[in-house]
């Protein structure tokens, strides 16, 4: 489940499944579209709750599944949270989950999970290791994890949960995901998305439900 949330209204929930949702590509299903030229797709071998749930392969370039179009502004609180699985392979790639402004355009904050220790960065000033993520190696119930954050539009900062647990908070929104890292104002909360940083040769994948 993909759930950006006000504090006063549900903006938009989806558990990816039919008849709104069919096996096969997610770009182009009910506002859903593909970043890169990776494979996402919706399917039914394992899923968080209900029957489906999408697939991210790992691609050489950075790519992966995104909801836009929410183009929430003002002094608002939003929630944007999801079940995700990482799974371990022999040649793992990096992953991403996320926020940016209307278009893909300025990050809001989330969290980048580094290939070699699955450590959990902040993305922020410095991406700051705040966590590890608990990468899975079978596919069953404890795979997933669901990971949330709670933007504050007003003081441009956020905290990041995963399990229940606040791993940080007070995070300053990034304004850009390449170091130093701007801190630049983003005031409209636009887009979420999942996917992996890229790397050839890797041989990973994961699901968001």
């Given at each position: 489940?993909?759930?950006?949330?006000?504090?006063?209204?549900?903006?938009?929930?989806?558990?990816?499944?039919?008849?709104?949702?069919?096996a096969g590509a997610i770009a182009g299903q009910n506002g859903w579209s593909v970043y890169g030229t990776g494979i996402s797709?919706?399917?039914?071998?394992?899923?968080?709750?209900?029957?489906?749930?999408?697939?991210?392969?790992?691609?050489?370039?950075?790519?992966?599944?995104?909801?836009?179009?929410?183009?929430?502004?003002?002094?608002?609180?939003?929630?944007?949270?999801?079940?995700?699985?990482?799974?371990?392979?022999?040649?793992?790639?990096?992953?991403?989950?996320?926020?940016?402004?209307?278009?893909?355009?300025?990050?809001?904050?989330?969290?980048?999970?580094?290939?070699?220790?699955?450590?959990?960065?902040?993305?922020?000033?410095?991406?700051?290791?705040?966590?590890?993520?608990?990468?899975?190696?079978?596919?069953?119930?404890?795979?997933?994890?669901?990971?949330?954050?709670?933007?504050?539009?007003?003081?441009?900062?956020?905290?990041?949960?995963?399990?229940?647990?606040?791993?940080?908070?007070?995070?300053?929104?990034?304004?850009?995901?390449?170091?130093?890292?701007?801190?630049?104002?983003?005031?409209?909360?636009?887009?979420?998305?999942?996917?992996?940083?890229?790397?050839?040769?890797?041989?990973?994948?994961a699901y968001i439900d």
């Amino acid at each position: 489940v993909l759930v950006p949330i006000r504090a006063d209204t549900v903006l938009y929930s989806t558990g990816f499944e039919a008849p709104a949702f069919t096996a096969g590509a997610i770009a182009g299903q009910n506002g859903w579209s593909v970043y890169g030229t990776g494979i996402s797709t919706v399917q039914n071998s394992l899923s968080y709750a209900g029957s489906q749930a999408v697939f991210v392969n790992n691609n050489s370039t950075q790519s992966g599944p995104y909801y836009g179009g929410v183009n929430v502004s003002g002094p608002v609180m939003i929630q944007q949270s999801a079940e995700i699985a990482i799974f371990s392979s022999t040649n793992e790639s990096g992953w991403q989950f996320a926020a940016t402004g209307p278009g893909l355009s300025g990050y809001i904050g989330g969290i980048d999970v580094d290939p070699t220790t699955n450590a959990i960065h902040a993305i922020t000033a410095g991406f700051p290791i705040i966590g590890t993520f608990p990468v899975a190696t079978a596919f069953n119930s404890t795979a997933w994890n669901n990971v949330s954050f709670l933007f504050d539009l007003a003081t441009q900062t956020y905290s990041i949960t995963i399990d229940g647990v606040t791993l940080d908070s007070n995070i300053p929104f990034c304004g850009n995901n390449t170091p130093p890292c701007s801190g630049a104002l983003v005031s409209t909360y636009g887009d979420g998305f999942f996917d992996n940083l890229g790397v050839v040769g890797a041989n990973d994948s994961a699901y968001i439900d």
